[in-house]
């Protein structure tokens, strides 16, 4: 498998949580941007996931790492071979 997504524990907005991120990109909209998806179809995929999203940011966090991780093993799953053959990794 290819690790394009990893996950990364921050401070966000104060709480301490754990983050999706692409190549240093955390922000929802960038790698909805990077997957050729808007943010609404982001977000309505990894709806089968326990997150919690700041409306405000528009950021999908997660309160264990167990949760994050899945997310970032699922997204390198289906997306990461097709970022690698399109040179965007």
Request: charged letters at 20%.
């Amino acid at each position: 498998m290819i690790y394009i997504f990893k996950v990364i524990y921050s401070s966000f907005i104060k709480n301490w949580t754990y983050s999706i991120v692409y190549n240093n990109h955390w922000h929802d909209y960038k790698i909805a941007n990077i997957l050729n998806l808007t943010l609404f179809d982001y977000h309505t995929e990894l709806r089968r996931f326990n997150f919690k999203t700041f409306i405000n940011y528009k950021k999908v966090t997660f309160q264990n790492e167990e949760d994050a991780q899945k997310v970032a093993n699922y997204l390198n799953e289906k997306y990461g071979v097709i970022l690698k053959l399109q040179g965007i990794v």
